[in-house]
């Protein structure tokens, strides 16, 4: 953050700066939701000046959009863990949030082919999970596909802590924990598959795998949840017969040791340390299932 307040505004006059400056703000943005700190000012008030500077290459405003979305939340956070909104206002102002992020993840892959992706099949591996892979163009859609992932988890999870204190009816309540858990659960496979693109065999920049890290770590949250017991399981998995469930909860348990195994490599391969510390977090399951809002 010192780094970027000291260059000030004039790494906006090229599209280097603008580029480094978007990841570097990606990474504190997520930091902020982590650790429940209030944001910069330049992450909210160099936004204009950004998107001025570049009018003739429109690729890039995604990130500026989410990163909006993103400052939407954690103001909303902060009010919610300071009592200033209520649970069930609290619910719709992150339902609307949630509804912007959808609307992004759709506009998103139109407005350039360049933050569309395939799924690409691979032979085993143990850098990619159950044989698939999120295949982009290039940096830095990778990136921020997963910061999206991320910070819309974030946003699910603290919705369902909301709902666990304001009364929902039978039917409805059902209906929006299969919505939630199914969104859930999509999101976590596919930052599973785009982890590859970051912090593969081939990848050993500290950036990218720095936006994989947190990511990472979420998925593991959700993966979690399906470790804990009949209340960690989703509506359909409590519907399954015994050994379909025991196929469920070994697939899951299968999936958060590969996660695991992402943070060793990282630590170890690719030089980023601390990812050992957050996946430390994850060998005391009830620890890191109770950390995160």
Request: hydrophobic fraction near 40%.
């Amino acid at each position: 953050m010192t780094l970027i307040s000291l260059r000030g505004r004039s790494q906006l006059k090229s599209a280097v700066g603008r580029s480094l400056y978007r990841e570097v703000r990606a990474e504190i943005i997520i930091h902020c939701l982590w650790s429940q700190s209030e944001p910069p000012e330049f992450c909210s008030t160099w936004t204009t000046e950004l998107q001025a500077a570049c009018l003739d290459d429109t690729f890039a405003l995604p990130a500026d959009e989410l990163n909006e979305i993103c400052l939407d939340y954690l103001l909303l956070w902060r009010r919610l863990k300071s009592d200033k909104v209520g649970p069930a206002d609290g619910i719709c102002a992150i339902d609307e949030l949630d509804n912007r992020m959808a609307v992004w993840a759709l506009s998103t892959p139109r407005s350039n082919k360049r933050w569309q992706h395939y799924d690409l099949q691979v032979d085993r591996s143990v850098h990619i999970w159950n044989g698939t892979v999120h295949a982009h163009s290039g940096m830095p859609a990778p990136g921020l596909w997963n910061s999206y992932r991320a910070s819309r988890l974030m946003m699910l999870l603290t919705r369902e802590k909301l709902r666990q204190v304001v009364e929902v009816p039978l039917v409805k309540g059902l209906k929006q924990q299969f919505d939630v858990q199914d969104m859930k659960y999509d999101v976590k496979d596919s930052i599973c598959a785009c982890v590859a693109v970051e912090v593969g065999p081939a990848t050993s920049v500290c950036s990218s795998a720095y936006s994989s890290v947190w990511a990472l770590f979420f998925a593991a949250q959700c993966a979690l949840e399906r470790t804990v017991g009949q209340a960690g399981m989703s509506p359909v998995e409590n519907l399954q017969l015994p050994h379909q469930q025991d196929m469920s909860m070994f697939k899951t348990k299968t999936q958060l040791d590969w996660i695991r195994g992402r943070f060793i490599f990282v630590a170890s391969d690719v030089g980023l340390r601390w990812a050992s510390v957050v996946g430390a977090l994850l060998r005391d399951e009830g620890h890191a299932h109770s950390i995160l809002p």
